[in-house]
């Protein structure tokens, strides 16, 4: 492994990184660390730094269990579980415990070589190759050689990276900014080429040869999907847009890219990990489809000319082995609504009237579908089209420009989701605060609450739902109730009770309830309601316990 970097460089880098709060700073710290680099040990780097033993989209991953860590790490440095548990309860971390152990390291390989950068990540490489019969003891194996040969603040650094406990504060956005002002790249060269790469060490490999600037979109190489911005009412859609547009059917699946090349069909999620063995109906829909390409769609259960429930994907989303019942019990057709390239030409920048053309002469030869497509303008052809989807079984819509660029790993505002909620919950305003924008000088933003026994909680903060008027008189009245003010923001007394319609439920430190509810909007004010009879904690944490399930296998 000669030439290679050493490893303590970056635990080094890495522990003032952690160490210091500055954005700007870490950045520093990082393209400092990386500029003196050979290409392939700044793509290891950089992929380490991000929290990552492998590239993006690799099918295996070098998991080790926190209990071969523990094992390895009392074998290797000679401390009981005891110890262990003790020094773990202190630090709540395996890195941190690492690094205290193996400073008192009692095994020492007697001719102990430098770990380098190369040797790291070729350990890596062995434990994602390590698979079947006996893998556990060569793993190890593998993990105990990297123990011994580590210094404690390198051990620290390999095992955060192999519980993905890396919390350095290097969000991936800063690490591509450090990336590009390493190497020169201007910001949004570096942007596009971190996405069409779509790994932060490919991207880093790239900028650090100078080829980061002409980097395609590849098959096999699978790029961040776009996301639609939710919207709470068609009438919001409508104006939003204010033309004509697509609606397309809301499928509720799984979020599958489909890449094609040669006779080879590889399908990814939207975590970018490789899925291909889980659907096996949808390779077998491109089968005799020509051309190469990827495709952005969801592979949906569905059966009878219907979808069925997404919790019956749950079984081939864990147990890959148990697929063919899987597949009986829910089939699964793979409904595409986007193409992001076409026979080695990109196809991103094209406006979407254009991309679905396209699609659709790519799904021609295959037994995939289109997503089903409404052209709506007003707000009660939205409604309608909602409606449609939904007494068919689908979740909702996602309206979208016909003349929108498909935004890889955004949020475009070319893409507006409208879905039935979760569910509703009756919560009390317990603050409030003034709005900005053309919300500026009334009181707009409302915390709210629920009962947890005698106490109120709050679970999260609305701005949307009430009409102009509505917002008026609420400002008044909340004024009227003040408790305290603090300016910009009042506590007020809990006694305006209102109905709240939300998306999901998240677990949140914000909030004193420990939860948040994702997307609330006040569907109205309960009027007729008091206090005593808002929803309680004990609602959410059950809303929270059934819509898990799906957070998770996201
Ligand atoms: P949500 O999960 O509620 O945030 O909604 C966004 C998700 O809807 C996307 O990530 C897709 O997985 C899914 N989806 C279903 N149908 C479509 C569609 N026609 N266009 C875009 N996304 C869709």
Not at 90 to 100: I, P, S, T
Not at 368 to 373: C, G, K, N, S, V
Not at 501 to 528: C, M, N, V, W, Y
């Amino acid at each position: 492994m000669k030439g290679s970097a050493p490893l303590l460089g970056l635990a080094e880098t890495l522990e003032k990184v952690r160490g210091t709060p500055s954005k700007k700073e870490k950045v520093r710290l990082i393209a400092g660390f990386l500029k003196g680099l050979e290409p392939r040990d700044a793509e290891v780097a950089a992929r380490i730094a991000s929290g990552r033993s492998s590239e993006r989209g690799s099918k295996d991953e070098a998991q080790v269990g926190y209990s071969t860590l523990l094992e390895v790490l009392k074998e290797v440095t000679g401390a009981s579980g005891q110890e262990v548990s003790k020094i773990y309860l202190r630090h709540g971390d395996l890195g941190e415990v690492a690094e205290e152990l193996l400073g008192r390291k009692r095994e020492q390989q007697l001719f102990s070589e430098e770990l380098t950068l190369a040797a790291l990540d070729d350990a890596f490489a062995r434990l994602r190759s390590t698979k079947g019969q006996g893998s556990a003891a060569a793993k190890r194996a593998i993990v105990k050689s990297l123990m011994l040969a580590a210094t404690p603040l390198e051990g620290k650094y390999i095992v955060k990276v192999l519980t993905g406990e890396m919390r350095t504060g290097m969000v991936s956005g800063l690490l591509e900014e450090a990336i590009a002002d390493a190497y020169g790249l201007p910001k949004d060269a570096a942007a596009r080429a971190h996405m069409v790469l779509g790994d932060i060490g490919t991207f880093a490999n790239r900028a650090a040869t100078g080829e980061a600037s002409g980097a395609r979109i590849q098959p096999f190489r699978p790029v961040n999907f776009m996301l639609a911005e939710p919207f709470a009412t068609a009438k919001e859609i409508a104006d939003h847009f204010g033309k004509k547009v697509f609606a397309e059917c809301k499928y509720d699946g799984i979020r599958a890219q489909v890449h094609k090349s040669g006779r080879e069909v590889r399908v990814y999620s939207r975590r970018l990990e490789e899925i291909t063995p889980n659907f096996p109906e949808v390779v077998g829909a491109f089968e005799e489809a020509r051309g190469d390409f990827i495709l952005d769609g969801e592979a949906v259960p569905f059966a009878g000319g219907r979808p069925l429930p997404f919790q019956l994907l749950q079984r081939r989303l864990r147990r890959m082995e148990d697929f063919e019942e899987a597949a009986k019990n829910a089939p699964v057709v793979y409904f595409a609504f986007d193409i992001l390239l076409k026979d080695g030409k990109e196809t991103v920048d094209l406006p979407l009237s254009e991309r679905r053309r396209l699609l659709g002469a790519v799904l021609a030869g295959s037994k995939a579908r289109q997503a089903e497509t409404f052209d709506v303008t007003t707000e009660t052809e939205v409604q309608d089209a909602f409606r449609r989807s939904r007494d068919q079984g689908y979740e909702g819509l996602v309206v979208k420009d016909p003349g929108s660029g498909y935004a890889m790993g955004k949020r475009g505002s070319g893409w507006a989701k409208l879905k039935e909620e979760l569910d509703t919950l009756d919560v009390v305003i317990v603050a409030a605060e003034y709005g900005h924008g053309k919300r500026a000088g009334v009181i707009s933003d409302y915390t709210f609450a629920v009962r947890d026994g005698d106490a109120l909680k709050t679970v999260g903060k609305a701005y949307s739902g009430l009409t102009d008027k509505e917002i008026d008189d609420m400002t008044r009245r909340l004024k009227e109730i003040t408790v305290k003010d603090f300016g910009y923001r009042r506590q007020v007394k809990p006694e305006i009770v209102v109905e709240v319609a939300f998306d999901s439920i998240q677990r949140s430190e914000r909030h004193d309830g420990g939860f948040a509810l994702r997307f609330p909007r006040i569907k109205r004010i309960r009027t007729d309601k008091g206090l005593a009879e808002i929803d309680t904690i004990e609602k959410v944490e059950k809303l929270f316990a059934g819509q898990k399930l799906k957070v998770d296998e996201r």
